[in-house]
Nanobody
Framework: QLQASGGGLVQAGASLSLSCAASGRAFSRYAVGWFRQAPGKEREFVSTISSSGTITYFADSVKGRYTISRDSANNTVYLRMNSLKPEDTAVYYC??????????????WGQGTQVTVSS
């Protein structure tokens, strides 16, 4: 089970950190990805981190502004979002599976957390 949290309402240029907490020791075997879905748009890939935490990948739209990390001891993956823009507004989902950019590679999904960036 995955639990995403940390969303909120911020102004453009601000930062937020999202957390994806998991139950169960098997979590460490999975890559974890973040996706987002804005109103009226399809869900899109944001970032992924390998099971070991050594490989990360980002969508071009967030590269250089977002970082991803994982704390295996606490079964948690973090998405640090800096220099937020209004176009970053979306519901953010975390998912566990294979380290790919497509949502079909992920088997387990959290419930989503809303991020709203005002201009």
């Amino acid at each position: 089970q995955l639990q995403a949290s940390g969303g909120g309402l911020v102004q453009a240029g601000a930062s937020l950190s999202l957390s994806c907490a998991a139950s169960g020791r098997a979590f460490s075997r999975y890559a974890v990805g973040w996706f987002r879905q804005a109103p009226g748009k399809e869900r899109e890939f944001v970032s992924t981190i390998s099971s070991s935490g050594t490989i990360t990948y980002f969508a071009d739209s967030v590269k250089g502004r977002y970082t991803i990390s994982r704390d295996s001891a606490n079964n948690t993956v973090y998405l640090r979002m800096n220099s937020l823009k209004p176009e970053d507004t979306a519901v953010y989902y975390c998912a566990a599976g294979r380290p790919r950019v497509v949502s079909s590679a992920y088997d387990y999904w959290g419930q989503g957390t809303q991020v709203t960036v005002s201009s």
